[in-house]
Every structure is written in C-alpha cells, then in structure tokens.
C-alpha cells in the first residue's frame, strides 16, 4: 500500500494524470463543438445557380379567394371559430374587460364584487336568441335538403349507386 501512495505524490504519475485530464477537456470540448455545429442552420446559398438570393425570399401572392393551405396562405376561418357556415355551433362570448360598462351597457360586477345580475339576464337572453337563431337555420337547411332530395340516405344511394333494387315494389315482386 506504501508503494502505492508514493507512485501518486511521484511527479511524473501526476503529470500523466493531467495529461489524461486535458485530454479528456479537449475531447469534451471538441463533442460540444461537434454538436452545436449540428444545430447551426444552412448558408443562405441559392439553389439555382443563376438564380438570385434576392428573387428567392419573394413571398407569393395571396388573393381572397385563396383555397385552403395553398403556398403563402393561412387556413380561412371565421369571426367565431365555434360556429358553422350554416351559423350552427356553440355560444362563445366575446373578450370583454371587467372594468366598465360590458356590450350590454351595464357593469359586469357591483361595486361590493358580486357580479351584476342584469349582466346574466342579458348575457342568457343572447344565448336563448342564438339558440332560436341556430334552430332555424338548421331548420332552413333541413327543408332545403329534403326538397332537393340529398337528405336521406336513400337519396344519396340512389344518386350515387343508383337503383339497388330495394324498395317495396322489387320486394313484393317477387323476384
């Protein structure tokens, strides 16, 4: 064990033991390098040759009648993301502040905290006509449907498939 203890006070083990340690620094040192050069994005160099970096960064386009997802265009949505083209969809309140007067024109909260009671008569009223409104748009549509004939599934198959031969006539034939 004597032996042992004078090998690592001995200057020459310790200089191969800061040897050992810069070495291992310098291939930390050199890993960190390596990676943080996989996270360093490409140079801007053109893909056509005769092509201009300038030309490149032109961005297309986009008209109002843009379709869905086309280059440089966001997908179209509505005022009131809850709610269908028919106008059928799920009452959603618009961001109001809570200090003064709400779009109904009253406070939404007294003055001791508690919340206006107008203010939920007011803001259940709209919800009760935008119900009524959402069923009778549904309902239009519904009558719209049925007169056009798309609104059954025999319409679609009939349409679609055409006569498959299962209606009451070609049952009671027979056949």
């Known amino acids: 064990a004597g ?4 090998r690592a006070h001995h200057p020459l083990c310790r200089s191969q ?3 050992g340690r810069s070495m291992m620094r310098s ?3 050199a890993t960190c390098l390596a990676a943080a050069s996989a996270f360093v994005p490409p140079s801007a160099v053109p893909v056509g040759g005769a092509q201009s970096a300038v030309t490149m960064q032109q961005r297309p386009k986009v008209t109002q009648k843009a379709k869905p997802l086309s280059p440089g265009s966001n997908y ?4 009131n993301i809850q709610k269908q083209a028919s106008g059928f969809g799920s009452f959603l309140q618009r961001f109001q502040k809570t200090e003064g007067k709400s779009k109904y024109g009253m406070p939404i909260f007294l003055p001791n905290g508690n919340i206006n009671p107008k ?3 007011a803001e ?4 009760a006509a935008n119900q009524k409104l959402n069923m009778k748009a549904e ?3 519904t009558k719209k449907m049925k007169a056009k004939g798309t609104f ?8 679609k498939v055409g006569n498959v031969g299962s209606n009451k006539e070609y049952y009671q034939s027979g056949r």
Request: no cysteine.
């Open 3 to 6: 032996g042992e203890e004078q």
């Open 17 to 19: 033991n800061n040897l």
């Open 27 to 29: 291939l930390l040192l």
């Open 76 to 79: 179209p949505s509505t005022k």
């Open 119 to 121: 203010y939920l008569a």
């Open 124 to 127: 259940r009223a709209e919800m």
């Open 139 to 141: 309902a239009a549509k």
């Open 152 to 159: 059954f599934l025999d319409d679609y198959i009939r349409k």
